[in-house]
């Protein structure tokens, strides 16, 4: 794997793991001060998870300009191994069912942000 593709999938994580916590400050903000059954908050969460990652795997796709599905698929995989990691050594837990789907969900998310990450670049590049 060449440096442009591994500091692409870098910049991936990097905004993927930016816009969760960002996002995360915000709805405990919204938990503290409004009402949110736990419910909602579940379906929220997943959506924030879902747009993160598609655009995390944008911004690696267009960063490494060649190969999108391998980038996004690494940013996605990423993701995971660090979640997966932090719920396993930090709460002695693993991945329930529909955790595992969720994440499958969320790397097909980068993955398809890759590539179109990837084509966002090409077609800037043969505009100019």
Same mark, same amino acid.
């Given at each position: 794997?060449?440096?442009?593709?591994?500091?692409? $999938?870098?910049?991936?994580?990097?905004?993927?793991l930016?816009?969760?916590?960002?996002t995360?400050?915000? !709805?405990?903000?919204?938990?503290?001060?409004? #009402?949110? #059954?736990?419910?909602?908050?579940?379906w929220? *969460?997943?959506?924030?998870?879902?747009?993160?990652?598609?655009?995390?795997?944008?911004?690696?796709?267009? @960063?490494?300009?060649? @190969? +999108?599905?391998?980038?996004?698929? !690494?940013?996605?995989?990423?993701? *995971?191994?660090?979640?997966?990691?932090?719920?396993?050594?930090?709460?002695?837990? #693993?991945?329930?069912?529909?955790?595992?789907?969720?994440? $499958?969900?969320? $790397? !097909?998310?980068?993955?398809?942000?890759?590539?179109?990450?990837?084509? !966002?670049? +090409?077609?800037?590049?043969?505009? #100019?």
């Amino acid at each position: 794997m060449r440096q442009q593709q591994i500091v692409a $999938v870098l910049y991936g994580w990097i905004v993927v793991l930016g816009l969760i916590l960002i996002t995360s400050v915000l !709805l405990a903000f919204v938990l503290r001060f409004m #009402t949110m #059954t736990e419910g909602t908050l579940a379906w929220v *969460t997943l959506a924030v998870g879902l747009i993160s990652l598609f655009i995390g795997g944008i911004i690696a796709g267009a @960063k490494g300009k060649q @190969k +999108g599905w391998i980038i996004g698929t !690494l940013t996605g995989l990423g993701f *995971t191994l660090f979640t997966f990691l932090v719920q396993y050594l930090g709460y002695q837990q #693993t991945f329930s069912l529909e955790q595992s789907l969720h994440h $499958v969900g969320y $790397v !097909l998310a980068a993955l398809i942000g890759g590539v179109i990450g990837v084509n !966002l670049a +090409g077609s800037e590049e043969q505009n #100019t």
